[in-house]
């Protein structure tokens, strides 16, 4: 009986050969072979075994089992499908100085491309040679998509030109008070401009401007009209009881917000307990 089995066994036994493309063998073996040992185990110790790296063979031989090679047969076939529909590639050149607005701050922006996408995108570390080259991987529709998108972000930061210029220090207080309210009424004139003074505590006259070459001009000029208009504006003091400071201020301020809109000046009244 031992030996009728040990026969039907041997009888049972067979091999087949399936045809796979051979850039798929590494991405099919898997990293230490963990993906190919996975389907042996899976499918009752069927053996797989590549062809050598020196051949052009796309055969890859199973032998095992019939039943056991079938389903073999089936998931490194299906393996293979998935492989090769997220194996599209593109590729998109960019300076390397882009590469962080491409990312964004803490990924935000390339994160964004590759959920949107369902790709890869892999910009170059410090070890390789070409550092404008990125590589997107993944679907074919997906890549194409998330290919476009770059070229877009990349086209739009080569039309920006950046500039500095230089405003005293003393003037920067009013383009960034209330909340930069002046800042932002010039980003909002000059649609596509953003302009940078030095952060709080930093001595430093140099501001920079940065947008379309064709706004960058325009801008520093209307920044060099406020400055000139501040160079020209005086200071006056009148005397008002404190007593009716409150009465002249109005509800909230209401009333001096009404004359500083009013005459383009602005009033400050002394703190209530000042002498």
Known sequence: DMIMKIQNDQMNIVSEE???PPKMYNSLIGAGGKLIRSITEECGG??????????NSDKVVLRGPKDDIKKAKQLLLEQASERELHSYTAEVRA????????IGKSGANINRIRESTGTRIIFPSDR???????????????VEQAKA??????????????????????????????RCEVLHKLEEEFAGV??????SGVI?????????PSL?????NRIQEIVKDLKERVTITCEIPQKNHRAVMGPKGSNVQQIEAKFDVKIKFPDRNTG
Do not use: W
Request: aromatic residues 4%.
């Open 18 to 20: 399936v045809s796979i």
């Open 46 to 55: 069927v053996s797989i075994k590549f062809p050598s790296a020196d051949s």
């Open 95 to 102: 300076n390397p100085q882009h590469h962080k607005y491409l």
């Open 128 to 142: 390789d040679e070409d550092k404008e080259l990125i590589t997107i991987i993944g679907k074919q529709e997906g």
């Open 149 to 178: 998108e770059l070229l877009a972000a990349i086209q739009k930061m080569e039309n920006v030109r950046e500039c500095e210029m230089i405003v005293e220090q003393r003037h920067h207080k009013h383009f960034v008070a209330h």
């Open 194 to 199: 953003t302009i940078s003074f030095p952060r």
């Open 204 to 212: 430093s006259d140099k501001v920079t401007v940065k947008g379309p």
């Open 216 to 220: 960058i001009e325009p801008v520093k």
